[in-house]
């Protein structure tokens, strides 16, 4: 039996989960335009090049926002109803990533030859990467917006800015990219934050005015210190892994040339578009109702589950349709010419099952403002994937990428879930530990399946998928309980099938 408060958290996370996930859908959908054209224009060496530059400006961004978007979101939920709080938080969030963004764009300028001898060993890309330091700061503006919003649980208007921005830079940066080619890369980087920056204050100034107080330096440092201490966590976790995924594409680079980066980048693009999909539409109501309840370990464990339930539910089939097609999805959204980049697909997607489960856990450790052993679990993944890659690239090629992704989730969740059960009392429910092994080894079954016969594993992968969906569904059902036109129905048809759900209350 599911109990009332199991009930109301569940149809909230679900609510959420449909508001967030149907924005992602689009934008996803705009994503693939957009990589299509682009690959289509540029090619993998293209591709390759617009990674590099798309990791320098996340990691510097990284650096200068010292986690403060994430943090702030911790602040601001913590912050409601307490009027003259949210206000300072308001102020100080947005001074902090206007100063910290300014710096950083001047820092890259300065440096933008020996970057580009880091990165390319030349300077003819110079003076892009130096602009590169402008779509740093604007990418901070946007993010201290799009923070208030998630604080204050504006999911509507947090999806209106991802779709809307999404469009219009994607509209913007294409023409560039059409018009100048390689050359209006840069162009395209830079488009993309000033549309969302533009879209998210439009929806920013419609929310309640802060409260009108200048604060003094003692009372900014106040409220800027506790943000910054638990976003610096944010901030070195990203920054290894930023930092990492930069390297692993320069090694690429020098090792087997761009056209290898590219084959590298479309896997991993393909597979960090899907999971931050499902993980964006997750995160933007668990993460501030998780900080509520934290020290409610009951409540928090509880609530822990049912999030790994329903990423698991809803994403584990998805992850199975893509192992088996995933040489017509590489095809589809790139081109025959990508065709090395199916295999890191299929092992990085098996890698995902294990990152679905260990996110909803890895969360606890962040809505208890634990910044260093936050820290310290994000860089286990990165210290497996990229020693693996540095050891193995010369010896095994490219494909070391994939196996060395799903050793590192596999790694990473076992460390989390230690953590979480040291922590916070945690424990896998039953349906939790059913989910994850039944969508690995199925998971790791049409892997070996694909290897051995690509066209059997193309016909299985969706077979299977629909059974698993069938069950998800079932128990997103016994979450939702019978409240809707829709639901009553699907409640019907499983009983009809002699499967009935058990009622939620």
Do not use: C
């Amino acid at each position: 039996m599911i109990s009332m408060s199991e009930l109301s958290s569940s149809r909230g996370l679900i609510k959420s989960m449909l508001v967030i996930g149907s924005a992602q859908v689009v934008n996803i959908l705009i994503s693939i335009v957009r990589m299509k054209v682009l690959a289509v224009l540029l090619g993998p060496s293209g591709v390759g090049l617009l990674s590099i530059y798309n990791s320098l400006q996340v990691m510097v961004q990284q650096t200068a926002g010292l986690g403060m978007g994430n943090s702030g979101v911790r602040e601001i939920a913590s912050s409601r109803g307490e009027e003259a709080t949210l206000s300072r938080v308001r102020h100080v969030l947005f001074a902090a990533h206007l100063i910290q963004g300014t710096l950083a764009m001047i820092a890259v300028w300065l440096l933008r030859e020996r970057i580009a001898i880091w990165l390319f060993g030349d300077t003819l890309r110079a003076t892009e990467v130096g602009l590169i330091g402008i779509a740093i700061l604007l990418s901070l503006l946007a993010s201290a917006q799009t923070a208030l919003l998630q604080g204050l649980r504006k999911i509507g208007d947090l999806g209106r800015v991802t779709v809307i921005g999404a469009f219009v830079g994607t509209l913007a940066g294409l023409a560039a990219v059409w018009l100048q080619g390689e050359s209006g890369l840069i162009w395209f980087i830079l488009v993309q934050p000033l549309a969302a920056v533009l879209i998210a204050l439009h929806y920013t100034r419609r929310l309640p005015k802060p409260m009108a107080a200048r604060l003094s330096l003692v009372e900014t440092w106040e409220v800027w210190k506790p943000m910054a201490k638990l976003g610096a966590a944010f901030m070195l976790g990203g920054l290894a892994t930023v930092a990492t995924l930069l390297l692993v594409r320069g090694l690429i680079s020098k090792e087997l040339g761009l056209d290898a980066a590219g084959y590298f980048a479309a896997a991993w693009g393909i597979t960090m578009t899907y999971v931050g999909f499902l993980l964006g539409a997750m995160g933007a109501d668990y993460y501030p109702r998780l900080t509520e309840v934290i020290h409610d370990k009951v409540a928090a464990v509880r609530l822990m589950n049912d999030q790994a339930q329903l990423g698991l539910a809803i994403g584990g089939p998805v992850l199975l349709l893509l192992i088996g097609l995933a040489p017509w999805v590489i095809t589809l959204l790139y081109s025959s010419a990508f065709e090395p980049a199916v295999t890191l697909l299929q092992w990085q997607t098996v890698g995902n099952v294990f990152k679905l489960a260990s996110w909803a856990i890895a969360f606890s450790i962040i809505a208890g403002a634990r910044s260093k052993t936050f820290f310290f679990t994000e860089l286990s993944f990165n210290i497996v994937f990229l020693g693996m890659v540095f050891v193995f690239l010369p010896r095994v090629g490219l494909e070391v990428t994939a196996y060395a992704f799903v050793l590192g989730y596999l790694v990473y969740l076992t460390i989390v879930y230690v953590l979480a059960r040291s922590i916070h009392g945690f424990r896998w429910q039953a349906l939790s530990l059913g989910l994850l092994g039944l969508h690995a080894s199925l998971g790791v079954a049409l892997l070996v399946l694909a290897m051995m016969a690509p066209f059997a594993a193309a016909v299985a992968s969706p077979l299977l998928a629909a059974a698993t969906g069938l069950f998800g569904l079932r128990i997103v059902l016994s979450k939702v309980g019978k409240h809707g036109r829709l639901p009553i129905r699907l409640y019907g048809i499983f009983a009809r099938l002699g499967w009935p759900i058990q009622s939620a209350v």
